[in-house]
């Protein structure tokens, strides 16, 4: 079971990004699934999530910035990030839930992709 994070890199403030997740080895459509983020010297912190049936779940902070979704039949999610700020740089990391739903909880996934680094910066 492997979960491929990709679409990081390097963008300019208030620029967008949009990260995917694609999942090989089973499916996950019965999984919720979330974003999770680690800057250097910090801990790990969740982003967004997305449960089994579509609902959503962000971070109080990145409300109305950053946006999830997923497509079942592609094994897929994907985070899309927008206006973009110096303080959203870190490793990006997407995981899948034991439970069909999401959660801040980092404990509650078993599966975690290797993550995907994002740097906002001028």
């Known amino acids: 079971v492997q979960l491929q994070a990709s679409g990081g890199g390097l963008v300019q403030p208030g620029g967008s990004l949009r990260l995917s997740c694609i999942a090989s080895?089973?499916?996950?459509?019965?999984?919720?699934m979330g974003w999770f983020r680690q800057a250097p010297g910090k801990e790990r912190e969740f982003v967004a999530g997305i449960s089994w049936s579509k609902t959503t779940y962000f971070a109080d902070s990145l409300k109305g910035r950053f946006t999830i979704s997923r497509d079942n039949a592609k094994n897929t999610v994907w985070l899309q990030m927008n206006s973009l700020k110096p303080e959203d740089t870190a490793v990006y990391y997407c995981?899948?839930?034991?439970?069909?739903?999401?959660?801040?909880?980092?404990?509650?996934?078993?599966?975690w992709g290797q993550g995907t680094q994002v740097t906002v910066s001028s």
């Open positions: 080895g089973r499916t996950f459509s019965n999984n919720g």
């Open positions: 995981a899948a839930s034991r439970t069909p739903y999401s959660s801040r909880n980092p404990t509650t996934y078993n599966y």
